[in-house]
């Protein structure tokens, strides 16, 4: 069997707020199909351009629809590119899969996802008390 390996570049951040275990990357043509049968992807009907670019997944659902807030979905859709992110506990993993990042383009990558990073932790939806 022939080997196959994948490079790509991921900033990585970390805050005393507890993120939900969650991961979101671009949604494409069989993830709808896959969905049909298994019906594993959060979406939102309050952002339907939001449910249909991404696929959202995590095993605490109540948790991510409360940090994924309207204001949080918005900011996500306004990306021309679309973005991956996991995260779980303190950790939030910002990427664009399989994609490297040039060394000439390190830090405007770094400025960008420092800025989602932030706009993450700081969604209402980690200061909303768990009903």
Same mark, same amino acid.
């Given at each position: 069997?022939?080997? #196959?390996?994948?490079? &790509?570049?991921?900033?990585?951040? #970390? ?7 969650? %991961?979101? +990357? ?5 993830? +709808? ?19 249909? =670019?991404y696929?959202? *997944? !995590? ?5 991510? =629809? +409360?940090?994924?807030?309207p $204001? ?5 859709? &306004?990306? &021309? ?6 995260? @779980? ?9 399989? =994609?490297?990042? $040039?060394? $000439?383009?390190?830090? %405007?990558?770094?400025?960008? @996802? !420092? =800025?989602?990073?932030? @706009? ?6 980690? +200061? *909303?008390?768990?009903?």
């Open positions: 069997m022939g080997k #196959s390996s994948v490079s &790509q570049t991921v900033a990585s951040f #970390s805050q005393d707020q507890q993120l939900p275990p969650f %991961a979101l +990357r671009p949604e494409h043509f069989l993830d +709808r199909i896959g969905d049909a049968l298994v019906h594993n992807d959060i979406d939102f009907d309050s952002n339907p351009e939001f449910s249909k =670019r696929l959202l *997944k !995590s095993p605490d659902e109540a948790g991510t =629809r +409360r940090l994924f807030t $204001s949080l979905l918005t900011y996500l859709e &306004q990306f &021309q590119t679309n973005w991956c992110l996991e995260g @779980t506990g303190p950790l939030l993993i910002v990427y664009h899969s399989g =994609r490297s990042v $040039s060394p $000439s383009d390190l830090p %405007a990558f770094l400025e960008e @996802t !420092s =800025r989602i990073a932030r @706009t993450v932790f700081a969604s209402e939806g980690l +200061r *909303k008390p768990v009903a």
